[in-house]
């Protein structure tokens, strides 16, 4: 079955996504066309997933869909930001039917939940299936890197650690059991804190999304906000499945470090803790102070004593 | 010499392009904020580049980095829409510092001559290079492919096949000479038609830039317009350096089916030809007519006696 990249694109990837009154001109000419909101800003991000490098080359076709529209998200939610529109580049080995019949689903589901339209993309041949979505959505309140001060508590939202471990099952091929589902199901299936990061726009002072590790992505928002923030692992958000699955410290390391957990670390106002924990909770995310943000840079590991350790690790590298 | 990401984004990618006042956060943060000027519609657009499929292994880093963002111009030049943002997805082997910086000193260029500034990007490690640029420019009345009605000219910007020819000069080693010079320079420096596709808006009733070559492409355009077209190859503009370098029936088959060429096919009422062309030429572009728009559906070749010829190609495929 040979179709063209014309015929992949009017089958698969048209009309992906839910309508939106701002799309003039969808799939199908030289460009979309959209008719931005009046008076309010965007914000816009792409990310890339290789496979055998952001997923297991061996990843369900729908995951993949899913995923790839997800880590999207999670840049959009660290803004704070209202998900519009999407475009999409797939490079493919070859065009399985089956495969891009799957890869369309996950997509498509992400974005009806978040209310994106699929407006544009390109589909090309090439030996390694590369997945590049971009996104735009609106950000009246965004919740830049630089904005944690002195004073600001540290927060998380969810758990870490999941999906680190989730990927050594999958790969591992330990996929049986309700623990490996969920942990895998976090690593498939990340979910983007949207809704959390608008609910808490007004209060926090800063946000990053946690996709290279806490330590690392924390470190980008200390170094941003010219502070250090302090980290205490002993406080870390642990999921029931990950404290069963692996020792204490073990699931410590990687919820310090491990990658693809795509929840959100926030700095806001000790003294709004509450208010934005009541929030949280009533939009069903749990919300967990993990450290502080004071005077200095880098990040700082302190103990249930007191003792401190400066850490220094920059997450995954891809050229190191 | 080992870089993170971070770095490579640091060094190579920060500041990439003309300072613009609608760009409020670049570079740096989870995403890029624009504050898109009230009440103008956006055209939106991306564009893969796959080495060894869409440009020659061996093709220098500048005019890799050059040619990303004039496949992705050309799209928006066939929507009449002026350039204003890029996002850059880079996937690599590894990163070569000489390499980027020639990759990052060609996409610059093009970036600054068309007043664009680079936002946003994501750099990721992979086995094949693989380049997706984003663009989006402001299109206030845009060329759609679905305008074209019978009683139109068809038209073309600058010559054919130069591009095509170019391709096999550069794969066969033969780069000596003015015309395999000029030839190549065509294919590794294409020349988006931005400007001409601003100046014909109001005459022409629909566009699609050249990328697949001229029958694909114009059989797009009819297409979509639920027109046919006719194509007079006799009346195909070519460069003298096509006319030098291949025989007549050769040159022409290269300029109605050879890629990579990024001209402008118009479609406009023949009784604006004058001015169409008057207003080309002030630019510096020939305007070229090379057939018409007739009832009917598909592409016609019309011989200089008037023999016709359904003609049934579409293009590059990638899947087939």
């Avoid at 995951?63 to 999407?86: C, F, H, I, Q, R």
């Avoid at 002195?150 to 330990?174: E, F, H, N, R």
């Avoid at 924390?218 to 069963?244: F, K, Y």
Wanted: proline share 5%.
């Amino acid at each position: 079955m040979a179709l063209s990249e014309f015929e992949l694109i009017e089958r698969y990837f048209t009309g992906v996504g839910t309508g939106r009154d701002d799309v003039i001109l969808s799939v199908g000419d030289d460009t979309a066309l959209v008719a931005p909101h009046a008076g309010r800003h965007l914000a816009l991000s792409l990310d890339t997933l290789v496979a055998g490098v952001h997923f297991p080359v061996d990843a369900p076709a729908e995951t993949v869909g899913y995923k790839s529209l997800a880590v999207n998200l999670s840049d959009l939610a660290a803004m704070a930001a209202e998900p519009a529109w999407l475009l999409l580049a797939l490079t493919l080995p070859q065009a399985d039917p089956d495969w891009l019949e799957h890869f369309a689903g996950g997509l498509a589901t992400l974005a009806n939940e978040a209310g994106m339209a699929l407006v544009g993309g390109d589909i090309s041949r090439g030996q390694a299936l590369t997945v590049t979505v971009q996104v735009a959505g609106y950000s009246d309140r965004p919740l830049r890197r630089d904005g944690a001060r002195p004073g600001d508590g540290l927060y998380i939202s969810g758990t870490l650690g999941d999906a680190a471990l989730g990927l050594k099952l999958w790969q591992g091929g330990q996929r049986e059991g309700s623990d490996a589902c969920f942990l895998i199901e976090r690593l498939h299936h990340p979910n983007p804190r949207i809704t959390l990061a608008q609910a808490l726009a007004d209060l926090a002072n800063a946000a990053i999304d946690v996709s290279d590790g806490l330590l690392a992505d924390a470190g980008h928002l200390a170094n941003r906000s010219a502070v250090a923030v302090t980290i205490e692992p002993h406080r870390l958000p642990l999921s029931p499945a990950l404290r069963r699955s692996a020792p204490a410290t073990q699931a410590t390391i990687l919820a310090l470090t491990g990658g693809d957990d795509y929840e959100l670390c926030l700095s806001l106002p000790l003294e709004r803790e509450r208010e934005a924990q009541a929030r949280a909770e009533e939009i069903g995310v749990k919300l967990t102070r993990i450290g502080r943000v004071v005077e200095g840079n880098g990040v700082q590991l302190v103990s249930p004593t007191g003792e401190k350790t400066a850490y220094e690790y920059s997450g995954y590298k891809h050229f190191c």
